[in-house]
């Protein structure tokens, strides 16, 4: 089945530690996306990636960095930068730049800094 | 800039009660209009979309309609069913914005038995 697999599905860290999660999509999709959600609000874009070896920053990028040396994958590492690291992280994919096409997203990863 | 407002929640329903939920945004030219759901634990799933004026999106028995002149994409559903309890978030495209969409802060709709 083709789809969004997101590793781990519950993660936790000490503060001060870098943390990295995992992002694998096998739809053949050329641009990946990482959003943060936090309770009671909506989904702010942390850094999204058109095309491999390219990223850019999305609204809340401080303290987060990404890599996409392979088009399947995009993982997130939240640093130690991050003042408030503890969200729900979502990634998504869609077909290619277009605004026609939707984005996909993956089950997420429930990040707690303790 | 771009922006999205929904009505705020949470929303509770009575089963096969009739169910709007209110999003209205801000964005220059045509945007792309989306609404997604979201069980709980779980990532975003698209339930219906529309890419221009007047047109009507539908699924699973919900509709939404894109109004230009109100800048309005508002959410119904003529009879709610206890799976329909998630939370629900607008969102747009801009026509100068790519790929990226900018999201409102969602509703939760419970609806029960």
């Known amino acids: 089945d083709g789809g969004i697999t997101q590793s781990p599905k519950y993660l936790f860290r000490k503060e001060g530690q870098n943390v990295t999660l995992s992002c694998e999509q096998n739809?053949?999709?050329?641009?990946m996306y990482w959003y943060r959600q936090d309770p009671g609000q909506g989904l702010r874009l942390i850094y999204y990636?058109?095309?491999?070896?390219?990223?850019q920053k999305g609204d809340i990028a401080e303290g987060y960095s990404v890599s996409r040396e392979k088009k399947e994958s995009f993982p997130l590492t939240v640093t130690s930068a991050q003042k408030n690291p503890t969200a729900f992280y979502l990634c998504?994919?869609?077909?290619?730049?277009?605004?026609?096409?939707?984005?996909?997203f993956g089950p997420g990863t429930r990040l707690t800094v303790l | 800039g771009n922006s999205v407002t929904q009505m705020e929640g949470p929303v509770t329903l009575s089963e096969e009660a009739f169910l709007t939920i209110n999003c209205t945004y801000t964005?220059?030219?045509?945007?792309?209009l989306f609404w997604y759901v979201q069980y709980p634990g779980e990532g975003l799933q698209l339930l219906l979309k529309a890419t221009k004026a007047d047109d009507k999106g539908s699924n699973k028995g919900f509709e939404a309609t894109y109004r230009k002149e109100t800048t309005s994409f508002h959410l119904e559903k003529g009879s709610v069913q206890v799976s329909d309890s998630a939370v629900y978030f607008c969102a747009l495209r801009a026509e100068t914005s790519g790929s990226r969409l900018t999201f409102g802060e969602g509703t939760q709709l419970t609806v029960n038995p």
């Open positions: 998504a994919s869609s077909m290619d730049r277009s605004s026609y096409n939707e984005q996909f």
């Open positions: 990636s058109q095309i491999v070896n390219d990223f």
């Open positions: 739809l053949n999709h050329d641009a």
């Open positions: 964005a220059t030219g045509y945007p792309s």
